[in-house]
Each structure stands twice: as structure tokens, then as C-alpha cells.
């Protein structure tokens, strides 16, 4: 798939220069791509990127500590969000960025002390506070399959 594209000699400047400072953001990022971007910045370019990095694999342990794996797919699922596609870069990148949005919302939610996130009343997955419309709502992960919302109502307890 890859033998007749550029090297990485060639596209780590690139690379570097769309980073900027920007904070990236990755699934398992910290041990896997976070390795490769250093050592071969070191190699190559002979410096080491100063960016820092959110792992969505170190957040989802963290906040969905249920879930019995955390793979990229694995958080999809449990969002409702298409794993058509999966493992190919672009795709996973998009899917990284979905999960990191819900993930976030999530962890907020944890160190915000709420201490209520609701359960739905129809497949009893846990809820996820989403964005629509009118404003924040809790929807159900098994949404397209399971459609039941609840309303936020702030200082009445649901968060
Ligand atoms: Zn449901």
C-alpha cells in the first residue's frame, strides 16, 4: 500500500511544520506514535517536538473503566459512531476525533464532581451528554437503535 509513496526523511519537515505547537491527539498515542515521532525527529531533524499530547486510550481507561477493551473500535461502538472504514489513517483519524469530543464531554462531566450520569431506561447503557439543537441532552450510545434522550436540567441533580 505504502511502497511507492514518500519516505519518511521526506514528509517528518512536513509533518512538522502542519503540527506547529498544536496539542495532538491520538488513540494510544503515548506509546506507540509518540515513540516513533521522536525517534525519528531525532534522527532525522535532530530535534524532539515539544508539542504535548491527549491519549484518548489513557482517557477512556479512566472514565469508562467498565468497558472491557478500549480499542479505537471498541469506543465507537459504544458511542454509535461508524467503524466502516476502520484502519485506514484517515478514517481512524476521524473516528479519534468523534470519540475525543464524547470522551471529553465525559471526563468534564467526572471532574466537574457530577455525580450522576444517567442510565437509559430502555437498553441500560450509560448515557452520553450530547449536543443538539436546543442545547446539551443525555442520548442513549445505542442511538440510531435505541433513541431515548433525557433533558438536562442543571442544578436538578442530572448533572
Ligand atoms: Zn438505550
Not at 514518500?6 to 519537515?13: Q, Y
Not at 489513557?58 to 458511542?79: N, V
Not at 476521524?94 to 471529553?104: P, R, W
Amino acid at each position: 500500500m505504502v511502497k511507492d509513496s514518500p519516505v519518511i526523511a521526506d514528509v517528518l519537515p512536513l509533518f512538522v511544520e502542519f503540527i506547529e505547537e498544536l496539542p495532538l491527539a491520538g488513540h494510544n498515542i503515548h506509546s506507540f506514535d509518540m515513540k516513533y515521532i521522536y525517534r525519528d525527529c531525532e534522527k532525522y531533524l535532530g530535534m524532539i517536538p515539544g508539542n504535548d499530547y491527549i491519549d484518548t486510550l489513557y482517557i477512556s481507561r479512566k472514565c469508562l473503566p467498565e468497558m472491557a477493551h478500549h480499542r479505537l473500535t471498541d469506543l465507537a461502538q459504544h458511542y454509535g459512531i461508524s467503524t466502516e472504514g476502520a484502519h485506514r489513517a484517515l478514517k481512524d483519524c476521524h473516528m479519534t476525533q468523534q470519540v475525543y469530543e464524547l470522551l471529553k464531554n465525559e471526563s468534564e462531566l467526572v471532574s466537574s464532581g457530577a455525580k450522576t450520569i444517567p442510565v437509559c431506561e430502555r437498553c441500560g447503557k450509560k448515557m452520553i451528554l450530547r449536543n443538539g439543537k436546543f442545547g446539551e441532552f443525555w442520548g442513549c450510545p445505542g442511538y440510531p437503535g435505541c433513541n431515548f434522550t433525557i433533558n438536562v436540567r442543571k442544578n436538578k441533580g442530572l448533572i
